[in-house]
């Protein structure tokens, strides 16, 4: 079983500042990765699918990168709206069985 | 747009079974595979199953293989999560999911809860 370790637990930014978040597997995963935003209350939604391929609607100060084992989701500058918990995926290739990160929390500094 | 509402969840008794149900419109519901993913409270995200667009195939996790069963009825545009033999571990918000290309989970539902106590 692929298990996915997200770090840091917690980032503590403010707002126009640059937000860095892990995700690592324990073994490589090829593309198969996606990142999800929750905030309080809400479902999740998707923001990358592929590693790096932003979904529908999703604005361009989100960006995903990485491959095999490592893999970054980047906010750019941060939006009041970005402080949420930040979640990746994996899918393994078959039997597909998808498992989650245990997220990231943004929070406002 | 895409909608998907969960109904069936509640309160029930350890040992017990319980059927979530999901209804889904505006978009052709046979087309896509569906899932279901679970959120205990004030945890993480856990996927449950995934049913195949046409039911040809379904895939569980292994918390609850064996226990639940996942299907579809694309003359109602429903999904459903059959529960049996429900553990107080399984307490969680039970979201239904629609996927894109590649089985991403990219529409959610609100949720329902069940609470086994």
């Known amino acids: 079983e692929i298990v996915l370790t997200q770090s840091p637990a917690t980032l503590s930014l403010s707002p126009g500042e640059r937000a860095t978040l892990s995700c690592r597997a324990s073994?490589?995963?090829?593309?198969?990765l996606a990142w999800f935003q929750q905030k309080p209350g809400q479902a999740p939604r998707l923001l990358i699918y592929?590693?790096?391929n932003r979904a529908t609607g999703i604005p361009a100060r989100f960006s995903g990168s990485g491959s095999g084992t490592d893999f970054t989701l980047t906010i750019s500058s941060l939006e009041p709206e970005d402080f949420a918990v930040y979640y990746c995926q994996q899918r393994s290739n078959w039997p597909p069985i998808f498992t989650f990160g245990p997220g990231t929390k943004v929070d406002i500094k | 747009q895409v909608q998907l509402v969960e109904s069936g969840g509640g309160v029930v008794q350890p040992g017990r079974s319980l059927r979530l149900s999901c209804a889904a419109s505006?978009?052709?519901?046979?087309?896509?595979?569906m899932h279901w993913v679970r959120q205990a409270p004030g945890k993480g995200l856990e996927w449950v199953a995934l049913?195949?667009?046409?039911?040809?195939?379904?895939y569980y996790a292994e918390s609850v293989k064996g226990r639940s069963t996942i299907s579809r009825d694309d003359s109602k545009n429903m999904l459903y999560l059959q529960m049996n033999s429900l553990r107080v571990e399984d307490t969680a918000v039970y979201y239904c999911?629609?996927?894109?290309?590649?089985?991403?989970?990219?529409?959610w539902g609100q949720g329902a809860l069940v609470t086994v106590s």
């Open positions: 049913i195949a667009y046409d039911g040809r195939f379904q």
């Open positions: 999911v629609r996927e894109v290309t590649g089985y991403y989970m990219a529409y």
């Open positions: 505006g978009f052709t519901f046979s087309n896509y595979a």
């Open positions: 073994q490589t995963i090829n593309s198969y």
């Open positions: 592929d590693a790096s």
